[in-house]
């Protein structure tokens, strides 16, 4: 399942996806992130990991302007995606958000039919020119997503309906229906009994194909399972980042050791 | 870790500690019956508001009818003119042939008071739809008049002395003979719901009221709805926070609050003064009643919109929805369910409004149904107003029953808000 060996200077000598440099955020006086820099590649799985309430999250929701939304946060520093600076003038939020996907904690399917839920990106966008065209980018969405041989005779069910795991499929089938580049996934296993988390995980497996993943993921089992890149997190600072493999074997901060070897969570 | 050599021991069997138990108790006892006997008492109160009302009106829900023979005979009518005949002549001789023995004009004049003096024009009326009974003996229902109708519910004492009384006894002798010929009914008094207001208890009705109200709420609800709708949307999603919008809130809210007189006033003097509208036009009370409803509206918005989840918002915008979008697609139609119970308790509230309708002239004595919302109307609440003040025996119990159809009013809209929210209510 990770062919660590292999893929470790593929990843970055294609360039990396997202390149963030002295990204400080505040909320109000308080400031949660100081000064993160790092390259997160395409068509691999990073993972955010550290102790609760160390900003990962935070971090996250800045590589998609979702902390826009927030009025007493401010982001300052430089995130670019595909060396264009995603905070300029000239982005539209909107559209950003569209090329960077992102999938929640808790699923949050749209009350609305399946097939409504996984339209509604493409829709907004404008992205299909018919309905058929909308009709065939539903069904790859939801087979990429591994639910279409579930739900393919009720695709006008509501989503609501479906159990916790098939709904977070559903949301990330979603987000993957307006062809995003990148995926942000906030804990998306968290609610998730072990079987749904083990199917989710198959999944991000396969999308590493085709998307770079970024997961955010209090377990550390997981992040060692899915990720081929991992950055350790502690009191809004990226304490260290690099190949999954040597961060969870042989990390260089004593930080990084102590949380892994299970010294503080 | 903690030192636990010596452990607490609590002796479960104390009788001290089953005392302080059966206390604990007690005082629960008291505050059930505290809390019981509150809701007793406010039970009590409202059955006894409800049933003094119905006790007081239901008399008017029936109106006591005459069956007679009409000559209607062609010197009285004429064939191309029959709305122009002398139907009251007709109508006092209907009586005249069941009591020959009535022969002073003041006692003819007496016995041709039994029926409603509205008889004679529905007679007419019914005339002019069937020309052909012209030259014809027909037989009619018409309305008793007031007193009347009092006697046959059995409302006026035949004990006290007939000086006081509003019939004498020779009148109450004929009414009798009527009663035992079998000419007398008693059907309901659909009239109350279909008839405009009169000057004769027997024939008002509640028509003009009802289509008055009407009007109004529609003006009302036309008005508000979006308006409402919109501020609170526009507070709650888009408006920045600083202390100008709070300002805002603050003002809102005691809007809610100001006594309905106050706006009365201000209609009377901006719509009626500067703008120069109607008087007592339903339109002019649908803006006044909006000038009401629009803080309930929008606080109602405000709380709905509130209650949407984030998670809902944060789906839509992490998929790249604009904030329109968002509010418009996702958290309106969420929040929908909200807006619309707190907007039909807000119109079910100023349908009950009385003060400020009267202030600008709704309670006026208007004896047709209006055609339009420009035409002088009253309104249920003020209709009740007028009605109280009347010094017949029959506005009496039609006060009261025109309240009841109030009350029925209120209790349907509130029944459809409660059930409205039951059915839509989401658990998140």
């Known amino acids: 399942m990770n062919q660590m060996v292999i893929e470790k200077d593929v990843a970055l000598q294609q360039g990396a996806k997202f390149t963030t440099r002295n990204v400080d955020v505040f909320y109000g006086d308080a400031q949660a992130i100081k000064s993160i820099d790092m390259d997160i590649p395409d068509k691999t799985v990073t993972a955010f990991i550290g102790p609760s309430g160390c900003g990962k999250s935070t971090f996250l929701r800045c590589l998609n302007r979702m902390n826009d939304t927030i009025p007493i946060c401010r982001v300052s520093g430089e995130i670019l995606l595909d060396g264009d600076d995603i905070y300029a003038r000239s982005v539209d939020p909107a559209q950003l958000r569209a090329r960077v996907g992102m999938v929640f904690q808790k699923p949050n399917p749209f009350p609305k039919s399946i097939y ?29 997503a591994s639910l279409w ?76 399972r899915v990720s081929q890149r991992t950055a350790f997190f502690h009191l809004g600072v990226m304490v ?26 | 870790m903690r030192d636990t050599g010596h452990i607490h021991r609590v002796d479960w069997t104390d009788p001290a500690l089953k005392r302080r ?46 069956t007679l023979q009409f000559d209607v005979t062609g010197d009285r009518v004429a064939l191309d003119a029959p709305d122009a005949g002398n139907y009251r002549a007709i109508t006092r001789d209907a009586l005249g042939q069941l009591f020959p023995e009535v022969t002073s004009r003041k006692d003819q004049r007496a016995l041709a008071g039994i029926l409603s003096n509205g008889a004679q024009y529905i007679l007419r009326d019914h005339i002019v739809a069937n ?89 009302c609800f036309l008005i508000s709805f979006p308006v409402g709708i919109s501020a609170g949307i526009y507070l709650e999603e888009f408006a920045p926070k600083n202390r100008f919008t709070d300002m805002i809130e603050v003002n809102i809210n005691n809007l809610a609050a100001v006594p309905s007189v106050v706006f009365g006033l201000l209609a009377l003097a901006v719509f009626l003064g500067w703008f120069g509208l109607p008087r007592s036009a339903p339109l002019v009370g649908g803006m006044t009643l909006a000038l009401m409803t629009l803080p309930t509206i929008i606080i109602a918005t405000r709380v709905a919109v509130k209650a949407v989840p984030p998670s809902i918002r944060d ?34 509230q100023a349908l009950g409004e009385t003060a400020p309708l009267l202030l600008i002239g709704m309670n006026a004595f208007i004896t047709q149904v209006p055609d339009s919302m420009l035409e002088p109307a009253t309104a249920l609440p003020t209709q009740i107003f007028i009605w109280a003040d009347s010094p017949e025996r029959g506005f009496a119990t039609r006060t009261s029953a025109a309240i009841c159809v109030l009350l029925a009013f209120l209790v349907a809209m509130n029944a459809v808000a409660i059930y409205l929210r039951k059915r839509f209510e989401r658990q998140w």
């Open chain 1, 116 to 144: 409504d839920n996984v339209a509604y990106g493409p829709r907004i966008h404008g992205l299909a020119a018919s309905k058929t065209d909308l009709d065939i980018i539903v069904e790859e969405s939801l087979a990429r």
């Open chain 1, 149 to 224: 041989n579930e739900v393919k005779d009720r695709l006008d069910q509501p989503g609501t309906g479906l159990s916790g795991g098939q709904q977070q499929r559903l949301c990330i089938a979603r987000a993957i229906a307006t062809a995003p580049e990148v995926l942000l996934m906030d804990e998306p296993c968290s609610a998730l009994d072990p079987i749904a988390t083990a199917r989710v995980e198959e999944l991000i497996d396969e999308l590493r194909q085709n998307y770079a993943i970024i997961i955010v993921t209090h377990s550390m089992q997981q992040a060692a």
């Open chain 2, 131 to 219: 020309p052909g009974l012209i030259g014809h003996t027909i037989t009619l229902t018409v309305p008793v008049s007031d007193p009347y109708d009092q006697l046959a519910k059995g409302l006026i004492d035949a004990a006290t002395p007939e000086a006081n009384r509003r019939l004498n006894d020779a009148e109450i002798a004929w009414f009798q003979k009527l009663q035992a010929d079998g000419a007398v009914s008693r059907p309901l008094n659909t009239g109350l719901l279909t008839n405009p207001d009169s000057r004769f208890p027997e024939l008002a009705g509640l028509a003009g009221a009802l289509r008055g109200t009407f009007y109004a709420l529609l003006v």
């Open chain 2, 315 to 348: 789906a839509a915008l992490s998929l790249g929805a604009s904030q329109h979008q968002v509010v418009l697609g996702h958290v309106v139609p969420l929040a929908m369910p909200g807006i619309l119970t707190g907007t039909i308790i807000g119109l079910a």
């Open chain 2, 21 to 66: 138990l059966a206390a604990r108790h007690r005082s629960d006892g008291y505050l059930r019956l505290i809390g019981g006997a509150a809701l007793g008492a406010a039970c009590l109160v409202f059955a006894l508001l409800v049933g003094s009302l119905v006790y007081a009106g239901y008399p008017a829900f029936t109106q006591t009818h005459v």
């Open chain 1, 240 to 265: 260290e980042q690099g190949e999954t493999p040597k961060i969870f074997t042989n990390p260089d901060d004593k930080r990084t050791q102590d949380y892994i070897t299970g010294r503080f969570g």
